[in-house]
């Protein structure tokens, strides 16, 4: 066997056998060679030391209200949405008819806004009633005209036989 | 014949959280919450900055709950987060405005003693020393050699896991482990 302290690759078996994650068959190998490898014994022992030094070294416990102040940031981070569930209450529905109701009350209004103004009323008609309506009084006058020319000369001739 | 993939109870306990099982996540809070709060707190020393980032790790564990897919050990993932946030509070510098002394360190032990078995003044004294003397070594190691460390050592994790963890092969994680105990051995040896 190479002796494992002067490789890399060596010194994680070297780790492991202190650790006693070495299977077995691999652990009588490695110490067959510490046995004999003043090198390997001497970083044993120092891996050993400071693994022993290591365990000295408690964690404190967590802090009793750890969960407390994880849940209150939890509920923090999804309050936002919750607010935005209120301010959009109907936030299931989809907004698509919405829109088409507004572009189509837009359209309507338009519409009526830019209406083209009705058209003018054509003077012609009014012309031809006026004209229609002195026709009659000319043809009226015409007639009182005739009856009183036929009035005077009735009267004269009367007069005449008296 | 086709093969299932067995999947981890933690695993399996995220996916729960994943459909909306609060129940599930308050499960794996309880499974993990000292080891990454001690993990956290051995990687900046301070209490209450390892509490704050360990709170951080689990928020952001619930936060991605709905993209979670059971790729890894939920551990190495968990594991991921805890690291990536204490290198990055350690690179800011961040926990030094926290900075724990060992006295306020025993007053809390102190506060937790039950039954009267504390050691002598000289015996304590020796043992605040000789964990001083480990605190200040671990704190030399640079950052990713210390978080392999604390995870080989305390967590006893597989090469292979931790190497997932660091995002690194596992040869690199062995080299990585072989420079920190190289260290290690050399300023600590001789507490043997």
Request: glycine share 2%.
């Amino acid at each position: 066997m190479e002796c494992p302290a002067k490789e890399r690759d060596g010194a994680a078996v070297l780790l492991d056998y202190c650790t006693r994650k070495l299977d077995p068959r691999s652990a009588a190998v490695v110490e067959r060679h510490v046995a004999q490898c003043a090198a390997c014994q001497d970083c044993i022992q120092a891996q050993q030391a400071v693994w022993t030094a290591l365990d000295g070294w408690e964690a404190v416990p967590v802090s009793p209200d750890f969960d407390r102040k994880l849940y209150r940031r939890i509920e923090r981070e999804e309050r936002p949405a919750r607010w935005g569930e209120r301010l959009w209450p109907l936030r299931g529905l989809s907004l698509r008819p919405a829109l088409s109701l507004a572009l189509a009350s837009v359209v309507l209004l338009a519409a009526i806004l830019i209406r083209p103004a009705p058209p003018r009323p054509v003077h012609a008609p009014q012309q031809a009633q006026v004209e229609s309506l002195d026709a009659d009084r000319l043809e009226r006058a015409l007639d009182d005209v005739e009856m009183l020319r036929q009035l005077d000369a009735g009267s004269s001739a009367g007069s005449q036989s008296m | 014949m086709v093969a299932v993939a067995v999947i981890e109870p933690d695993a399996q306990l995220m996916l729960r959280v994943k459909e909306g099982d609060s129940a599930s996540f308050a499960l794996l809070l309880e499974r993990h919450r000292a080891p990454v709060v001690h993990f956290l707190y051995r990687m900046v020393q301070n209490q209450a900055v390892a509490e704050e980032l360990a709170q951080e790790a689990f928020l952001r564990v619930y936060r991605a709950r709905a993209s979670y897919e059971p790729t890894a050990k939920f551990t190495t993932w968990l594991f991921r987060i805890a690291t990536h946030l204490a290198l990055n509070s350690l690179r800011d510098g961040r926990f030094q405005r926290f900075h724990e002394s060992l006295d306020q360190e025993d007053q809390q032990a102190a506060s937790r003693e039950v039954a009267d078995r504390r050691p002598t003044i000289e015996q304590r004294l020796v043992d605040r020393a000789r964990l001083e003397e480990v605190r200040g070594a671990i704190a030399a190691l640079p950052a990713k050699q210390r978080a392999a460390v604390l995870m080989h050592k305390y967590q006893e994790m597989e090469y292979s896991q931790i190497a997932r963890v660091l995002n690194c092969s596992e040869s690199a994680l062995k080299s990585l482990l072989f420079r920190a105990y190289e260290t290690l051995r050399a300023r600590l040896a001789h507490m043997a």
